[in-house]
Structure formats: C-alpha cells, structure tokens
C-alpha cells in the first residue's frame, strides 16, 4: 500500500492518506474473506477501499457488495485491484462500480473530478436524453453566462431536490458538459462551470428532447401559462400563426387543472379553443416577454414536419449567442 499511496501523490493528491480501516466489527467476516478494507481520503474525499485478497467476484457480487458496505459504513466504496481484464474492466464501468488498480488507473464516479483513466477505460456514457431535470440543468448553464453552480444553489435555483440537482450536475459533468473544481473552507464543495460556448450547445443538442408530455384543449388557458408552440414561433419570426391560442405550462401546475379539458374533438374545432402544452419541467424558469424559452421551443416543434416551420425555427436559434450549425 505504501507503493500505491506513493504513485497517488505523484498523479492524483499531494495529500492522500491511506490507513487501515479500524472498524472492523462493523464489517462482517464473510466481507473480510474477500477483501482486506482501508481508509483513504483522496481530494478531500473520504471513502472506503476494498482490497481484493482473493479471486475477483462477479460484477454482480461486486455491486451488491458495494452497495452492502457502503450502508454499514456510510461511506463510499472502492475497489483495489492489482489489475483487470479489458472485458471486467468494461463490465464494471458500465455498472458504475468504483474501483482504482494499482497503477493509480481509477474510475469514482463519487468524486467527480480529476481522477485518470485510462483510454480503454473511459466511461462510455450512454447516450441517451437527459432525464427532465438534467435538462433543466442543462437550460440553466446555458441562459447565463459564466455562472459558477454547486449543488445546493442548483437546487434552490430550479426548485428541485439536492438529490435531483446532484444527479443532474453528474450527469452534465459524465458528458463533459461542464467542469468541476473543489472549493471552500474545507475542500469539499463542488463549483461547476458549463465548457465554452458554442460547444456547450453543440455537443448538448444530441441529448435534449422535447419538453412536451402532453397536449389538451382548455376552455381557459391558466394565468400562469406562456406562449408556445407555432403561435410563440410566430411571436418570433415571420411566419404566419395558427388561429387557436397555444400556451405551455408545467406539469406540476397542471395537476389541479383537469377539470378544465375539453375533449370533444368538434367543439374544440368549432370554437377553436386553446392548445395547451403539459411540459416535464416548468417553463416559467427560462420564459422570455410571456414566451417559453427559445430552445425548449425549438424541442417542442423539431418533429413538425413543415419546411416553413424549419426554416422559421433556424432563424430564431440563429439569433442566439449560443448557436452554432
């Protein structure tokens, strides 16, 4: 151990410490059979490292035993091994399993920053969209201008949990959306950056979906709505707006309104009631003059499919700051 906690502070931290861990009956002798457990504080970070001393467990046993000695422990855990294969290697990143390797190779997905990989062990983050609240994260680095964010004023700022801004400040920082420095008088607060602009949005766009989860018709459109869909993009362009009225509101805000839809489809033609957009997330966070924000409306309105419609969607996003082809 002396070795490896030598190579950690040629690489990693100046000030890791390794030590045994010293609470051993509250680990039970099935664990010790398999792992011999230290304690390291590594930027700032203090988790548990399991030291594999006898044949590697499956992927499976590894989460389990990870998820079982961090609830005896109330700290994350690690596992040390001498080395990996390429396949157990790929196995476990695409678990989420922490482990370091000997050669001071790791992947602690709990610390979020400066820790060195491997090429070949590179977390693959699937590429998939972002979860609502990942987009409101998303949204909110995107609107400002050097911002610096942690997870508390995140959440305060979104109106979400501190779990939910956690997931989705890892998640921007797992895409390499935005970067992570420690902070603070203890050293162990987070202050996110999102990268530069333009490629902030360039390489984002691939993940972000529309905000749209449902569309009803209303007699009244709720005072707290906000121009959306073709007639917002008629608001901002030149082309030509529908004859019914389209707002957006959240869903959260809906969820008191339903007896106000009207579902016969002739009445709604006849009196041409408003369209109203039901969003994942609140769009009153990001609106602009009474209109939702310029991108979660282009996210509403990719999939029409109307050249009009592309051509007036490209002229909004262009007078954007952010935008770029």
């Not at 700032?44 to 422990?73: D, G, M």
């Not at 997905?109 to 969209?129: D, R």
Request: charged fraction near 25%; charge should be positive; proline fraction near 4%.
């Amino acid at each position: 151990m002396q070795l490896f906690e030598k190579k950690l502070r040629q690489t990693i931290d100046e000030q890791v410490q390794i030590k045994p861990w010293k609470e051993s009956e509250k680990i039970p002798l099935y664990f010790l059979e398999f792992y011999k457990m230290y304690e390291i504080t590594l930027l700032s970070v203090t988790f548990l490292l399991a030291k594999e001393v006898r044949s590697p467990a499956s992927t499976n046993a590894l989460k389990k035993h990870a998820i079982r000695l961090c609830s005896l422990t109330d700290l994350p855990v690690a596992f040390l091994f001498k080395s990996l294969s390429r396949y157990r290697m790929q196995s476990m990143l695409s678990n989420r399993i922490p482990f370091m390797l000997e050669d001071a190779q790791m992947f602690l997905p709990f610390l979020g920053i400066n820790v060195k990989q491997p090429k070949e062990c590179i977390q693959k983050v699937e590429k998939g969209k972002f979860s609502p609240s990942t987009q409101l994260a998303y949204l909110y680095f995107l609107y400002r201008e050097n911002v610096e964010m942690n997870v508390t004023r995140l959440a305060k700022e979104l109106n979400v949990t501190t779990m939910t801004a956690s997931r989705a400040l890892q998640h921007l920082y797992e895409v390499e959306l935005v970067q992570c420095r420690i902070s603070g008088k203890t050293g162990r607060s987070k202050e996110y950056r999102k990268i530069e602009d333009p490629q902030f949005f360039k390489r984002g766009k691939e993940f972000l979906c529309s905000p749209v989860k449902q569309i009803v018709n209303v007699r009244h459109v709720p005072d707290t709505s906000l121009l959306a869909g073709l007639e917002a993009l008629a608001q901002l362009t030149m082309i030509n707006g529908p004859e019914y009225s389209i707002r957006a509101i959240g869903q959260n805000q809906f969820s008191y309104m339903q007896e106000t839809i009207v579902r016969d489809e002739a009445m709604v033609k006849d009196m041409k009631l408003a369209e109203l957009q039901i969003w994942a997330y609140d769009p009153l966070l990001f609106s602009v003059d009474g209109h939702v924000d310029p991108l979660s409306l282009y996210l509403s309105l990719m999939d029409v499919k109307d050249e009009r419609v592309d051509i007036a969607l490209e002229d909004m996003l262009r007078r954007q700051r952010w935008y770029t082809d």
